[in-house]
């Protein structure tokens, strides 16, 4: 029998068995380690802490069970390690992150949108200006004898707005990672 203990990652409380509890808590201190130099601190590990919580929720096959060392190990995977992204410049990291590619998710954009993020959203999926996706809503709406009014209202109510970090940077199909959180983390804080 495995003692087990509650811990709260990423604001989401779960049970995790004590081995599994020693190598999340090693690799959070590697993290630490690694980014604590970075003005941008303590919202990178929010972030990787917020997707390591999704990561480790998705595996448990149902609320009750508590969370495998396998599980921490499969996360870990997924994020990459400090010394992974040590040397940034490398071809072999490059080649990495393309294969761990996502594909895009469709979601109603927050950032910028005018109504309900619908047209944001198609922008980004489709990388284009979100200026031109409106432009084209109005014209068929002038044009096209009012049919895109309810098609966007469908739209806003069947799409999902993006919320989290993880689900923007689903959005524009970009791998989930230590590296890709800390790139977008620079971008947030230089806008």
């Not at 802490?49 to 599980?71: C, F, H, I, T």
């Not at 995977?77 to 410049?89: A, H, L, S």
């Not at 966007?152 to 919320?163: D, G, H, K, M, S």
Request: charge should be negative.
């Amino acid at each position: 029998m495995k003692r087990t203990t509650s811990i709260t990652i990423g604001g989401i409380v779960l049970h995790i068995d004590e081995d599994a509890f020693e190598l999340l808590n090693n690799y959070i201190n590697s993290l630490n380690n690694h980014f604590e130099k970075d003005p941008e601190k303590t919202d990178i590990l929010n972030d990787i802490e917020q997707r390591l919580a999704e990561l480790l929720s998705e595996q448990l096959p149902n609320k009750g069970y508590s969370v495998k060392k396998e599980y921490v190990e499969n996360a870990i995977r997924t994020m990459g390690t400090p010394q992974d992204f040590e040397n940034e410049n490398s071809d072999t990291s490059a080649t990495t992150t393309e294969k761990e590619k996502k594909t895009k998710q469709l979601y109603r954009n927050p950032d910028g949108k005018i109504l309900g993020g619908v047209c944001g959203g198609i922008a980004v999926y489709f990388a284009i200006d979100p200026t031109l996706i409106r432009i084209a809503f109005v014209i068929l709406t002038l044009f096209g004898a009012g049919f895109p009014i309810p098609l966007y209202i469908i739209l806003w109510i069947i799409i999902p707005e993006a919320q989290t970090r993880t689900q923007k940077m689903e959005m524009k199909g970009e791998s989930i990672n230590i590296e890709s959180i800390k790139k977008m983390r620079k971008l947030v804080s230089t806008t």
